[in-house]
């Protein structure tokens, strides 16, 4: 199963798409900028799309509308500074299937992902990246 990132940030990009490759059962990621979504082919094969809404731009539903005519079948998460409580109907037409705030944590967006992908009791992988920083061993501490 194939997956595509959308971000504007290529580090955020970097770090999502390095986030679903991890994940068991996504296959290929293909990351590219919003910008891209209009030259996407329609009917690609990407059933998870991450779609990292960008702060300063006025393009977002405009775009967000051409990734569904691409990829009417696609389900998107879509990351955004903007918090609603639940994903408006509006945004449900257009393959909208989870909101998380691009501040979420690892191990939140590893769930919804999993869960994005019918996976049943979910939970946050093992070896998230912030055991990543953890010290190789623990110093002694003098008495």
């Not at 991450?50 to 998460?77: E, K, T």
């Not at 996976?119 to 953890?134: E, I, Y």
Request: with cysteine; aromatic share 4%; net charge negative.
């Amino acid at each position: 199963m194939t997956a595509l990132v959308i971000e504007d940030q290529p580090l955020v990009r970097l770090g999502m798409q390095g986030l679903l490759e991890r994940i068991p059962g996504v296959g290929a990621v293909r990351a590219l900028d919003p910008a891209g979504i209009l030259a996407l082919e329609p009917g690609l094969e990407a059933p998870i799309v991450v779609y990292g809404m960008s702060g300063d731009s006025s393009d977002n539903w405009y775009l967000l509308r051409q990734l569904h005519q691409a990829l009417p079948h696609a389900r998107i998460l879509l990351l955004s500074d903007n918090m609603w409580l639940r994903v408006p109907a509006s945004l449900e037409t257009c393959g909208v299937i989870e909101h998380l705030p691009k501040s979420a944590s690892i191990e939140r967006m590893e769930a919804v992902v999993l869960q994005m992908l019918g996976c049943d009791g979910f939970l946050p992988m093992r070896g998230s990246l912030r055991d990543a920083w953890q010290p190789a061993y623990h110093p002694r501490v003098a008495s």
